[in-house]
């Protein structure tokens, strides 16, 4: 920890914040969220995002009292705080849209797709915090790397992804600038949405009566980019 002082105290000021920070309300309140293990905390610098606090076990806090701030199963040794205001914001010509998903596995499963596929994501009101431990897990440090865009600000021509009754998606003009909207997991898309959109379907011989949305946007981003 070389001249630094170490946290031998489970009352330390940071080590209450990063526990706080697993409930949605205290990253709104503080625009901060976690990052749990050296992956993510490497993600974040190599994305030029430094940490607000870095913790690490054995160099500035005790091992055993990071790891009861851990949410993982097996703790991490290293936690970095983030402000949720240096995340990157912004459009690309082909964008994932994501209505009211409220897995927080999936929206971070999806960033991390967004992030392999090179698109822009957007969330729409009710979507899981992508900020929360689950998401920022499953994002596997993609949310460092892909720009949110605005939901009013959605790029192109609107494709609807419907589990039932729309174009084959081999079917459809996906040319950029274009966003693909997939909907939530118990609920779909709305039909208002989907009135403003051509709707495409993922054509599903077998027996299942539709595919999990982050399942459907992998499938549909590999569409777009063998097109493009
Ligand atoms: C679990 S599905 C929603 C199922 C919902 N009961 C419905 O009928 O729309 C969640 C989202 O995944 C996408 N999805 C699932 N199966 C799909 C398929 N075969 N083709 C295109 N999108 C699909 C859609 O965006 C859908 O809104």
Do not use: Q
Not at 159 to 185: M, W
């Amino acid at each position: 920890m070389g001249l630094g002082r170490v946290i031998t105290s489970r009352d330390n000021p940071t080590l209450k914040l990063v526990r706080k920070l697993a409930e949605k309300k205290h990253r709104v309140e503080t625009g901060l969220f976690v990052a749990e293990g050296e992956d993510l905390v490497e993600a974040a610098a190599a994305a030029g995002i430094e940490p607000v606090e870095l913790l690490v076990a054995g160099e500035n806090v005790v091992p055993e009292l990071l790891a009861s701030v851990s949410t993982l199963p097996h703790p991490a040794r290293t936690i970095g705080v983030y402000r949720r205001s240096d995340l990157p914001a912004g459009r690309r010509d082909r964008c994932l849209a994501l209505w009211r998903v409220a897995d927080p596995g999936n929206v971070g499963t999806l960033f991390r797709t967004a992030d392999a596929f090179g698109t822009a994501l957007a969330l729409s009101d009710g979507c899981a915090d992508p900020t929360g431990p689950k998401a920022v897990r499953a994002s596997a440090g993609a949310l460092f790397r892909v720009p949110a865009t605005h939901w009013d600000e959605l790029p192109g021509r609107r494709i609807a992804l419907a589990a039932h009754d729309g174009e084959p998606l081999g079917n459809v003009d996906l040319t950029p600038p274009v966003t693909l909207v997939l909907g939530s997991e118990r609920h779909g898309l709305p039909d208002e949405l989907v009135a403003g959109s051509e709707k495409a379907t993922i054509s599903l011989p077998g027996a299942a009566e539709s595919l999990n949305v982050a399942a459907a946007g992998a499938i549909a981003l590999y569409e777009l980019s063998r097109r493009s």
